[in-house]
């Protein structure tokens, strides 16, 4: 067809039938296009910011339509861009600099679109693939086992070989405890039982500082917790090249009102010294892989907590859970505690009573004599190493009071603060012991009992 010759050359922009204006900031020309330059009807050319070609090819306005219908039609659509944006409209129809070829087509074959400069692109597909795009980096800059395994093991840290059981093959890390993309922990694997950070763990979680990681030193002191990139963690613990090794905090020792009982701060500390696995009270709240140990009496009950616990018989997870039972086991006997029992979930034991008490009670009549009462102050037992170490009596103490009326009569304990301890015992001695134990102290005690400073006035 004689039009498709048109182009840009033929058409005289130079000449002075070339008529321009400027509208809202871009410049308007109409050309007439004779009827001897290949037209079948007389046509208007017409130019946006100087553009008169798109792809090669010059732009008209319809058969017949006069100069100022197409200068009016160019008019409407600038005010219609500027007005709403639209991304399939041309670059030269908006004020320059306001727009740029989106970068997701720049330069593709087919589906080129714009967007206004400095902005998200407004196309429908581009919301779309940002949003995806988006939902990629947050699970990006979240943290799981395997991306941060992988990470260390691109470092050159040894990655610990595990059975299918769970249990070391070969020294490594390992990295576990994966919590929501939120944290993970990292423990070293196969080297036994260790009180600090053992093998490379503080080159580990110096590595991961480097790279941005929250890194936290666990409460026992003997693993890495690592929070994803930007993350706060717990606030505490960091890790600082001068504190590793050291235990940061001991499982509670010094004695309290409501304390955790001696055996269970006993098997906490024990468990912790043996095992590689994880006190999920010591740690934070997060759903970790590991156990906690609760008062049975005056034994403990060790129980396996799991997310998603209760893995079905024969699979993979059957076996590392019992593997993990077996452990808490074995520990516990090594820690010399009697009396082991299991079932699926939990292992009990009785916590060893030492030879030689570790708690002196003395134990002093006071008050006016029908009271009854009598007055406990604790002492920690003279060892090898350390001699007796009395109590703040206003800290540590309480008194066991009996209480009688015409229907029989009671025992019952209070403790340095007023606070009620309990009641109904079977005698003084194990009142006496009932108030060690709501401290944490140590037992068995040894009482002794001191003169009467019975008040006889
Ligand atoms: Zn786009």
């Not at 400095?118 to 947050?138: D, I, N």
């Not at 993990?324 to 009396?339: S, V, Y």
């Not at 019952?412 to 005698?427: I, L, M, Q």
Request: contains cysteine; hydrophobic residues 35%.
């Amino acid at each position: 067809m004689a039009h498709m010759a048109g182009t840009r050359g033929e058409i005289d922009t130079e000449s002075s039938a070339v008529a321009r204006l400027e509208y809202k900031g871009r410049t308007i020309e109409t050309r007439p296009v004779a009827e001897d330059q290949g037209e079948e009807y007389p046509r208007v050319a017409f130019a946006i910011n100087g553009e008169w070609d798109v792809d090669g090819r010059p732009q008209y306005g319809m058969p017949g339509q006069s100069a100022e219908s197409v200068v009016s039609d160019a008019k409407r659509l600038i005010t219609q861009v500027d007005g709403t944006f639209s991304p399939y409209v041309r670059a030269y129809w908006y004020q320059p600099g306001t727009v740029e070829p989106c970068p997701r087509t720049k330069g593709a074959a087919y589906g080129q679109h714009i967007k206004p400069v400095g902005a998200v692109c407004p196309e429908l597909r581009c919301v779309k693939e940002a949003r995806v795009k988006a939902r990629r980096a947050a699970r990006a800059t979240g943290i799981t086992a395997s991306s941060l395994s992988n990470l260390l093991a691109r470092g050159g840290f040894t990655r610990a070989e595990l059975r299918s059981d769970g249990t070391a093959r070969s020294e490594g890390f390992s990295a576990e405890g994966e919590d929501h993309n939120r944290r993970v922990v990292i423990l070293w694997r196969g080297a036994g039982p260790a009180d600090s950070l053992a093998g490379e763990l503080p080159r580990i979680a110096e590595h991961l500082q480097g790279k941005g990681f929250r890194v936290e030193v666990s409460v026992s002191g003997r693993y890495l917790v690592v929070f994803a990139r930007g993350a706060g963690g717990t606030g505490e613990r960091e890790y600082t090249p001068g504190g590793a090794g050291v235990v940061v905090e001991q499982v509670a020792s010094v004695p309290a009102p409501n304390a955790q009982g001696w055996q269970v701060q006993l098997a906490r500390r024990e468990l912790a010294a043996r095992t590689d696995m994880v006190d999920i009270e010591a740690d934070d709240d997060g759903a970790l892989d590991g156990f906690q140990v609760l008062a049975d009496g005056q034994g403990v009950m060790v129980l396996r907590v799991q997310r998603g616990a209760d893995p079905r018989k024969g699979t993979a997870a059957r076996e590392r859970w019992d593997a993990a039972l077996d452990q808490l086991e074995a520990a516990l006997a090594e820690a010399g505690f009697t009396h082991l029992s299991r079932n699926r979930v939990r292992v009990s034991a009785r916590a060893p009573r030492p030879q030689a008490a570790p708690t002196i009670a003395r134990v002093q009549a006071v008050g006016r004599p029908d009271e009854f009462t009598e007055r406990v102050r604790f002492a920690a037992a003279a060892t090898d190493q350390e001699s007796e170490h009395p109590y703040d009596p206003r800290q540590v103490g309480g008194d066991v009071i009996l209480h009688a009326n015409f229907a029989g009569a009671t025992l019952y304990v209070v403790d340095a603060a007023g606070t009620h301890v309990g009641r109904g015992y079977r005698d003084r001695a194990s009142a006496t012991e009932a108030l060690a134990d709501w401290y944490g102290l140590p037992l068995p005690v040894q009482i002794n009992h001191e003169p009467s400073r019975r008040d006889w006035t």
